[in-house]
């Protein structure tokens, strides 16, 4: 189950795509106030709202809403914007919260290489093919924390994989062992979340 879910996710991510038909959404704005309603999410990161499918439309941004979530027939979507340092300047992104646990959460995202349109993942979301190139992205999370830790780039699985986790897990030895021992290989980033959320103490 955990390996479909991945290649899902590597599927999903391989697609130029946006979240371009109106969808059940809610909006968690960053004053605790909620909108349950349709939306759609635009390529320059624009949320589109209404109450119902006949109702007024309204514009809204990630500079109010905290949290996107779209509600489709067998998941739910969850969309957040996060400050990503790079090596020359921070950028914002609007990431996919692919698994959330109690000390770690694995973030994805799909970044648009062309213009300043993003386009994120989507599980089952309605999908538009756009124009441009797109690179994948992974990041862990701490809980409590805005610093993300890369996973994947450049379209590929990152080579250096296990030196990352070394790095990231080094207060669960066992889960280190675990992927060294190849119990846990590059693929199964889900897996990896779940055993540090579920079994390392610290």
Do not use: W
């Not at 779209?70 to 957040?80: A, C, D, R, T």
């Amino acid at each position: 189950m955990r390996l479909l879910i991945f290649f899902t996710i590597l599927f999903l991510f391989t697609s130029n795509v946006a979240i371009a038909q109106k969808t059940k959404a809610e909006l968690i704005f960053k004053d605790g106030s909620k909108l349950r309603g349709v939306a759609n999410l635009k390529k320059d990161k624009r949320i589109i709202f209404q109450a119902h499918k006949n109702s007024r439309k309204r514009e809204f941004t990630f500079k109010e809403v905290d949290t996107l979530k779209f509600f489709n027939k067998e998941n739910i979507q969850i969309l957040v914007q996060i400050n990503v340092k790079g090596k020359r300047k921070s950028t914002n992104k609007i990431l996919e919260v692919i698994s959330s646990g109690k000390k770690i959460s694995l973030l994805g995202g799909n970044v648009l290489s062309y213009g300043s349109g993003f386009s994120p993942s989507g599980f089952g979301a309605p999908l538009s093919i756009g124009e441009f190139k797109s690179k994948k992205e992974f990041f862990l999370r701490k809980k409590g924390t805005q610093e993300l830790i890369p996973l994947i780039d450049d379209n590929v699985l990152s080579k250096s994989f296990l030196k990352q986790a070394e790095t990231f897990f080094i207060d669960c030895p066992d889960l280190v062992n675990r992927i060294k021992n190849k119990e846990f290989k590059r693929k199964d980033l889900v897996a990896v979340v779940d055993f540090y959320n579920n079994h390392c103490e610290k």
